[in-house]
């Protein structure tokens, strides 16, 4: 069973271009799950999507941010303009069960913004 | 959610059993324990969770008090790949926001 994935596994832009980040949970989970670890801090909660509906959006931390799930499969973020303070690690998970199922995580994209 | 304490790191002998301690005195009934580790340069991965009883699984098995306050992680027989940061996690029941905190540098020396 392939775990899940996330791409690109690195990208370096420069402050105020868009980037896009992809992941794809593991096959048959419905639900989806964003964290990011930014310089020196800890992982953060960002949202969390059920098929394609987001159910909790509370960690976003601004307008910036743009998470979509279109067809409940595959899962994409969108940081528009990157600013300094986005650089880090943005971890994907995703697990079957929401109430007490275990999230299985992807490797990150690490995202550095010149 | 409850806040978990652990140590900032520690030491343990390879070929042998690790115990991972944790504190979570002000839990709720209805929060439960999750372990996840994170090994360099890699995502979290899920180790174990558990409520009340103690539970085992391939990787380890966690023991968790009988007044619940405390829980203790136990890799029966560490090697070097298990090298990480352990995080000890106390979630509500359908709550799924994990919260990492710094964790426990975990390092197996040979």
């Known amino acids: 069973e392939a775990g899940v994935t996330q791409f690109p596994s690195h990208s370096v832009i420069e402050k105020g271009q868009t980037v896009t980040l992809r992941c794809d949970p593991i096959?048959?989970?419905?639900?989806l799950y964003w964290y990011r670890r930014v310089m020196g801090k800890e992982i953060k909660f960002l949202l969390h999507f059920v098929k394609e509906s987001k159910q909790d959006e509370s960690g976003m931390p601004n307008n910036r941010f743009l998470a979509e799930r279109t067809g409940g499969t595959y899962s994409t973020l969108k940081v528009q303009p990157a600013e300094l303070e986005d650089s880090g690690v943005y971890f994907c998970?995703?697990?079957?069960?929401?109430?007490?199922?275990?999230?299985?995580f992807g490797d990150g994209t690490r995202l550095s913004i010149l | 959610d409850a806040k978990t304490t652990q140590p900032t790191s520690m030491d343990c002998a390879e070929g042998r059993a690790a115990n991972l301690p944790c504190n979570h005195s002000?839990?709720?009934?209805?929060?439960?324990v999750y372990w996840y580790r994170q090994i360099h340069s890699q995502g979290p991965q899920y180790i174990i969770h558990g409520l009340k009883n103690n539970e085992t699984n391939e990787m380890a098995s966690l023991i968790i008090t009988e007044d619940r306050k405390s829980s203790t992680l136990i890799l029966p027989h560490a090697t070097l790949r298990d090298t990480a940061v352990y995080y000890c996690?106390?979630?509500?029941?359908?709550?799924?926001?994990?919260?990492f905190g710094k964790g426990n540098q975990v390092v197996v020396i040979p």
């Open positions: 002000t839990i709720s009934g209805n929060e439960y």
């Open positions: 096959s048959g989970h419905d639900n």
């Open positions: 996690i106390a979630l509500p029941y359908g709550n799924n926001r994990l919260a």
């Open positions: 998970a995703s697990s079957q069960d929401h109430r007490t199922g275990p999230q299985h």
